[in-house]
Nanobody, 131 residues
Framework: QVQLVESGGGLVQAGDSLSLSCAASGRTSSTYAIGWFRQAPGKEHEFIAAVTRIDGRTYYADSMEGRFTISRDNAKNTVDLQMNSLGPEDTAVYSC????????????????????????WGQGTQVTVSS
């Protein structure tokens, strides 16, 4: 089992930046990658970015790359998501998730990454961007 706890969400204004953190505990050595997703009301989980645990390869959704940056600290078992130039369309619940089945081993540039690639999920943290 892997437990994930997100932090850093809140209310910001359009144009602001915000950094989210995902703290992992439990059998973290069994994880292959950690990803960030977001879900707006009435919508499906939307992939943002992921990072592999061992070699730090990063993957981004095309629409997110440039404004969002994912990073990992294996010593602290944390994965951060830096978000810049936020707009009201970024309002959502942001969740991190862990791949413990090795689905990320088959990822390459351009591979569609889905919520189903991940096994364990955090509870999420709300990000609200006012205009």
């Amino acid at each position: 089992q892997v437990q994930l706890v997100e932090s850093g969400g809140g209310l910001v204004q359009a144009g602001d930046s915000l950094s989210l953190s995902c703290a992992a505990s439990g059998r973290t050595s069994s994880t292959y990658a950690i990803g960030w997703f977001r879900q707006a009301p009435g919508k499906e989980h939307e992939f943002i970015a992921a990072v592999t645990r061992i070699d730090g390869r990063t993957y981004y959704a095309d629409s997110m790359e440039g404004r969002f940056t994912i990073s990992r600290d294996n010593a602290k078992n944390t994965v951060d998501l830096q978000m810049n130039s936020l707009g009201p369309e970024d309002t959502a619940v942001y969740s991190c998730a862990a791949d413990s089945l090795g689905r990320s081993l088959g990822w390459t540039r351009g591979t569609p990454i889905h919520a189903s690639d991940f096994t364990f999920w955090g509870q999420g943290t709300q990000v609200t961007v006012s205009s």
